[in-house]
């Protein structure tokens, strides 16, 4: 019944047929990593189910959960608005991979070679002292970089260096990135790691307007600040929540890097602030162009997009804009950039082998 369902609606569209043979692939296999894994283990075989009434069982509930889960229609009008294969494939397995509760599929990325560095990366420590954040979860040291291309030191994480400057998160293909002169902002910048490579990326000849409003993330930025002297002239932070207004005061739960302040129900660790509209703060601080806007804001990417309208239309800044954090990001994200400019170019990639890092590029 679900198989004719879509068959029905979607017949012979690219999509339907990428979709649903994805589907039938994956059903007959089961990986048993953790979900949330960051890092590939890759002692644990595939598992294959030999059993064909329960891979057609399987089929059928995946099949089942994506049509409760999206409206179809919608996600095949965002697949079509990617604008190489490459993109629509991401697509089509970032999909895939958010209807299940268990690992059934992998990205590509698991099979990288790129892993194998995440040793070297830890032995770039200059220190073992450690700052500990985040109920004992994440643990930060500090780092030298030289080795791999990069006159910068820094307090993170070996997974975080090999996401933002090994794999170059920000960064598509060469098509959209941050270039030499290009003023960026940069809204969700938790410890600065982004700020620093934004401003390493246009070589100090453009300003980095970093927004960042919980407390424990801005000490750290400040102190990734100290490191980087010479690189840092060109950062400027904006201790400010982005939105869709300004100057509206919330109160949210700190939550670590997952801080969201979206309908926040504080509870413990209460923090306050306020908020600033991108547009508003162009205008009002006189800035003569904006090249490049990247945001990773827990879910507020809309609110800030729709704060930037002015800003966009006038401007045409490159957009590297993060869809993972609610279920309909690849669905209302893609038509929002569209309808900020109908001659964005869109792509898409997934930067992590988990959920999170799913990137929306966007370039006139």
Sequence with gaps: MIRKKLSLQYNKSDFAQKLQALIKTCAMYYYPENIYQE?????????????????????????????????????????????????????????????????????????????????????????????????????????????????????????????????EQYKYNNLVKVERGDNVLDCGACYGDTAIYFAHENQGEGTIYSFECMDENIDIFKKNMELNPEISKNIILIDKAVSDVSNQKLTFEKNGPGTNIINPTPQNNIQHTTTIKIDDYVKENNIEKIDFIKMDIEGSEVKALEGAYETIKKYTPKLAICAYHLDDDLIVLPKLIKSLNPKYKLYLDHNTISRNETVIYAKV
């Design 39 to 167: 890092v590939p283990d890759y002692s644990k075989k595939v598992k294959v189910e030999t059993s064909l009434i329960k891979r057609i069982k399987r089929e059928n509930f995946i099949k089942k959960k994506l049509c409760n889960k999206y409206n179809l229609k919608k996600l095949e009008e965002s697949y079509n608005m990617f604008e190489d294969e490459y993109s629509k494939d991401i697509f089509l397995e970032v999909v895939l991979y958010r209807l299940f509760d268990f690992a059934i599929l992998r990205f590509p990325l698991f099979y990288s070679s790129v892993f194998s560095q995440l040793s070297f990366i830890d032995s770039l420590k200059i220190s073992e002292e450690e700052i500990v954040l985040w109920q004992d979860i994440i643990h930060l040291k500090i780092y030298d970089l030289a080795k791999i291309g990069y006159d910068i030191k820094l307090w993170f994480s070996p997974g975080g260096i090999l996401i933002d400057f090994i794999l």
